[in-house]
């Protein structure tokens, strides 16, 4: 009876220091949390194209005029324009257009994967405004043997955690047919706010409008 006691007794005195420590956890994690709500945004001019962008799977790694052939190698597969609208995009001259385009606004990145060090897509930032805190991500596209997989998760989540410290809300335009790009943003808690046209070479193209705003960023951590 006494050694069955005292059982009880240690199972109790460990079951209230695993409640300390949970408390404990929790605690700084609310720390954490408040603390970073309450960074300011930085005033600076900030750069759209850092240098530094990166983890342990993929380096993301400004957009160079020399890096056509070399993106060009992942774009010119069909496949991975089939729900944009510039389905062509895979023939080097449609391709050439829309480089040109990433390089006249340098804010566009080559997405490297680190374990093989092959280039396997790109992504960049657009359409940042000062005056009302925003950004937009997009024009991301990665090779197919990437798709499913971490590697567009984790490039948004560095594409976000740098442009938070800069606005308040980031922005995505995804064409209506575009049902890939729109099932990924929904997946990383993006929100579906609008609707918007843009004229796509001459023909006006319906895009969904998402948004994820820095202060639901920083609770979903």
Same mark, same amino acid.
């Given at each position: 009876?006494?050694?069955?006691?005292?059982?009880?007794?240690?199972?109790?005195?460990?079951?209230?220091?695993?409640?300390?420590?949970?408390?404990?956890?929790?605690?700084?994690?609310?720390?954490?949390?408040?603390?970073?709500?309450?960074?300011?945004?930085?005033?600076?001019?900030?750069?759209?194209?850092?240098?530094?962008?990166?983890?342990?799977?993929?380096?993301?790694?400004?957009?160079?005029?020399?890096?056509?052939?070399?993106?060009?190698?992942?774009?010119?597969d069909?496949h991975?324009?089939?729900?944009?609208?510039?389905?062509?995009?895979?023939?080097?001259?449609a391709?050439?257009?829309?480089?040109?385009?990433?390089?006249?606004?340098?804010?566009?990145?080559?997405?490297?994967?680190k374990?093989?060090?092959k280039?396997?897509?790109?992504?960049?930032?657009?359409?940042?405004?000062?005056?009302?805190?925003?950004?937009?991500?997009?024009?991301?596209?990665?090779?197919?043997?990437?798709?499913?997989?971490?590697? *567009?998760?984790?490039?948004?989540?560095? !594409? $976000?955690?740098?442009?938070f %410290?800069? #606005?308040?809300? =980031?922005? @995505?335009?995804?064409?209506?047919? *575009?049902?890939?790009?729109?099932?990924? !943003? $929904?997946?990383?808690?993006? %929100?579906? #706010?609008?609707? =918007?046209? @843009?004229?796509?070479?001459?023909?006006?193209?319906?895009?969904?409008?998402? !948004?994820?705003?820095?202060?639901?960023?920083?609770?979903?951590?």
């Open positions: 009876m006494i050694i069955k006691l005292q059982n009880n007794n240690m199972y109790i005195r460990n079951w209230m220091e695993n409640i300390k420590k949970i408390s404990h956890i929790n605690w700084i994690k609310k720390f954490i949390l408040l603390f970073k709500q309450k960074q300011p945004i930085e005033k600076i001019n900030p750069n759209w194209q850092p240098h530094n962008l990166q983890n342990s799977i993929v380096t993301l790694q400004p957009l160079k005029e020399t890096d056509f052939e070399k993106l060009f190698e992942v774009a010119s069909p991975i324009w089939d729900q944009h609208p510039s389905k062509n995009r895979y023939i080097k001259t391709f050439r257009i829309f480089f040109d385009s990433l390089i006249s606004n340098p804010t566009a990145f080559l997405i490297i994967d374990t093989t060090n280039i396997i897509g790109s992504t960049r930032y657009n359409e940042y405004n000062r005056e009302e805190s925003r950004i937009c991500i997009g024009g991301t596209f990665l090779s197919r043997n990437y798709w499913g997989t971490q590697y *567009n998760k984790t490039i948004k989540y560095l !594409l $976000l955690d740098y442009a %410290k800069f #606005v308040k809300n =980031v922005f @995505f335009h995804v064409s209506k047919d *575009n049902i890939r790009s729109q099932k990924s !943003l $929904l997946s990383i808690g993006a %929100k579906k #706010v609008g609707e =918007v046209e @843009f004229d796509h070479y001459g023909e006006k193209v319906l895009h969904y409008k998402y !948004l994820i705003k820095k202060t639901d960023w920083i609770q979903n951590l």
